[in-house]
Nanobody, 119 residues
Framework: QVQLVESGGGLVQSGGSLRLSCAAS????????MGWYRQTPGNERELVAT???????NYADSVKGRCIISRDNGEKTLLLQMGSLKPEDTAVYYC?????????????WGQGTQVTVSL
């Protein structure tokens, strides 16, 4: 079973930076894509950034130019580097992993890490 664990959230000042990390474990030999969503209470989960297995990236307009999604050298940790943080970036951030063992589609989710940007 695939397990994803987020870390790096916390309280930061407006205009500051942070780096979120998503550590993966388990069997996921056929990765399709991975990325980050965020969610505030009462709202739908919002896509922030995606990274395909081929290295292609995509970002939400709200974070474009302020965000970089990447993988570590061992390809077992997904990172989200964010700068110029704004109060509207406050949310719970979730990482996900799309993989396709034996031709079947699966999505694994982390449990989330809270990001709070102060005024």
């Amino acid at each position: 079973q695939v397990q994803l664990v987020e870390s790096g959230g916390g309280l930061v000042q407006s205009g500051g930076s942070l780096r979120l990390s998503c550590a993966a474990s388990g069997n996921f030999d056929n990765i399709v894509a991975m990325g980050w969503y965020r969610q505030t209470p009462g709202n739908e989960r919002e896509l922030v950034a995606t990274l395909s297995a081929g290295g292609r990236t995509n970002y939400a307009d709200s974070v474009k130019g302020r965000c970089i999604i990447s993988r570590d050298n061992g390809e077992k940790t997904l990172l989200l580097q964010m700068g110029s943080l704004k109060p509207e970036d406050t949310a719970v951030y979730y990482c996900y992993l799309d993989y396709r063992p034996l031709g079947l589609d699966f999505r694994a989710w982390g449990q989330g890490t809270q990001v709070t940007v102060s005024l």
